[in-house]
């Protein structure tokens, strides 16, 4: 299961998202995004990934997708962080 939140602030768009990564929800976070982006070019977009209980495979390519566009990452966990720390160098 997964649950994103989308904030609108005034230098970032915040994704806060929840719950396990993989499978079908990763097509679901990918949408979410390309949606937000696309109506908003150019403003920042921040994933937070602290409430994350699980990254599979495809959710690993979709977050390198997304640091490859410019995403940040916010994490907690030690899992979580060194994904991201694998993700982003």
Not at 23 to 46: D, F, I, M, R, Y
């Amino acid at each position: 299961m997964l649950r994103i939140t989308i904030n609108h602030e005034a230098m970032a768009t915040r994704f806060i998202v929840e719950g396990s990564l993989a499978g079908p929800p990763v097509e679901e976070l990918k949408t979410c995004w390309q949606k937000v982006a696309n109506a908003n070019p150019g403003l920042p977009l921040l994933v937070d990934l602290s409430a994350m209980t699980r990254i599979d495979s495809e959710g690993i390519i979709l977050l390198t997708e997304l640091h490859r566009h410019g995403v940040q990452f916010a994490a907690a966990g030690l899992m979580t962080q060194a994904i991201i720390k694998e993700i982003t160098g």
